[in-house]
Structures are given as C-alpha cells and as structure tokens.
Nanobody
C-alpha cells in the first residue's frame, strides 16, 4: 500500500522560504508521478506543482519562479522548495501520487494517493 507523508510546513514571514518534503513508502518513488497541491478551508484544492517519472515539472502560474519541485528517488522523497513566500501562499499543502501516466499534473482527479497535509502560514 502506497503511503505519503508530508513534512516541513510551518510559519514564516512574507519573503521567507520553506522546503516541504513528501516521503513515499510502499512503492519506489521513481515509478510515481507526483504532485503538490494546496487548499484553504472552503476552497477547492488547487495544483501547485507536478513532477513526473521522466523528470518533467509543471507549475501553476501563481508559483512559477518562486517554487521548485524536485525528487530524490534514492530517498523516495519529493520536495517543494518555496521561496519569496507571500501571505496568499498560506494553505494546507498536500502531496499526491499516481502510477499512471498523468497528462494533467495540476488536476486533482488523476491522483489516487494523498498525504495528510502540512500547514504553511505566511504572515505579512
């Protein structure tokens, strides 16, 4: 059974940085198409970044140039480096994965494995 565990969330001031981690177990991460999503209460979950097994990454326009997704397959871990954080980046961040080729890496529906989330709070 595939499990995803996020960590690295916290509280920072505007302009600061955080690095989120998503540790996968139950399967080799190199087989997984993975993504980062975020969601605030009362809002839909939105895609932030996608990372496929071929090394291609996709980003939402709102985070391009500030966020970087990377993976360390030896550690079975996906990362999200978040720089120049803004108060509007405040959300619960989730890691997601699927073993199926994913043509829509920023959409929720292709993913069938999800982590429990980690909170990111950015103060002005």
């Amino acid at each position: 059974q595939v499990q995803l565990v996020e960590s690295g969330g916290g509280s920072v001031q505007s302009g600061g940085s955080l690095r989120l981690s998503c540790a996968a177990s139950g399967i080799t991460a190199s087989r997984l198409h993975m993504g980062w999503f975020r969601q605030a209460p009362g809002r839909e979950r939105e895609g932030v970044a996608g990372s496929d097994v071929d090394g291609q990454t996709t980003y939402a326009d709102s985070v391009k140039g500030r966020f970087t997704a990377s993976r360390d397959n030896a550690k079975n871990t996906l990362y999200l480096q978040m720089n120049s954080l803004k108060p509007e980046d405040t959300d619960m961040y989730y890691c997601a994965a699927t073993i199926w080729r994913n043509h829509y890496p920023l959409r929720v529906s292709p993913y069938n494995y999800w982590g429990q989330g980690t909170q990111v709070t950015v103060s002005s």
